[in-house]
């Protein structure tokens, strides 16, 4: 985010005074974005039943917890298994393909076709009116997938202050966000150090 005083991480941390030597000044900047950027905008989308918005926000923040946890490697690798692993919903097998999860479902017809497309595939939908995140609904032969974006959007809060809990407690789970968080800003932090 730019301003008239430089370019910020997050709404109180400027990129300049972001401290790599000082763990606890990076973790509450990153929680600080985190919050200000993804959270707290889905929160309102999901007040004012703004579901289909609010569930974007949800795929790009799945997008970076799976990076920062997973690593820098090929999406579907990554996304995939970080949701298996963190929202237990998305760990079901598929009942219309059994040789996969619901995670594998998830990615193909909500994150692929939304980022890319601004569409879901195969009737997918968001709605507030299922009381689980994952919601199948039985359509002739096969099943819609309908996600309540509320809920999907409480189970990330949960897992990132899961991870917020690991970084500051493991160095190695620490040195690998900081390093991941270099590579991802690294132009950033040149435009920031430059004055651009």
Not at 139 to 146: A, G, K, Q, V
Not at 153 to 162: A, D, G, I, P
């Amino acid at each position: 985010m730019r301003d008239k005083d430089g370019i910020y991480f997050s709404p109180n941390y400027q990129f300049l005074n972001l401290k790599w030597n000082n763990p606890e000044n990076l973790i509450c900047a990153f929680e600080d974005r985190i919050k200000s950027f993804y959270f707290d905008p889905a929160e309102q989308l999901n007040k004012n039943n703004h579901a289909f918005a609010s569930g974007i926000i949800c795929l790009s923040l799945i997008d970076l917890f799976a990076n920062l946890q997973n690593g820098n490697f090929g999406v579907r690798r990554r996304y995939v298994p970080w949701l298996e692993n963190n929202i237990v919903d998305f760990n079901s097998p598929d009942p219309d393909k059994l040789s996969q999860t619901l995670a594998k479902r998830f990615y193909d017809e909500f994150r692929n076709c939304l980022i890319h497309e601004c569409r879901i595939k195969n009737a997918g939908q968001f709605s507030y009116n299922y009381s689980g995140v994952i919601h199948l609904m039985r359509d002739y032969n096969r099943h819609i997938m309908i996600i309540n974006p509320k809920l999907l959007l409480y189970s990330l809060k949960t897992s990132f202050e899961k991870y917020i809990y690991s970084i500051r407690e493991n160095p190695v789970e620490y040195q690998k966000f900081e390093d991941i968080l270099k590579s991802n800003f690294s132009v950033d932090f040149e435009c920031a150090e430059r004055g651009d």
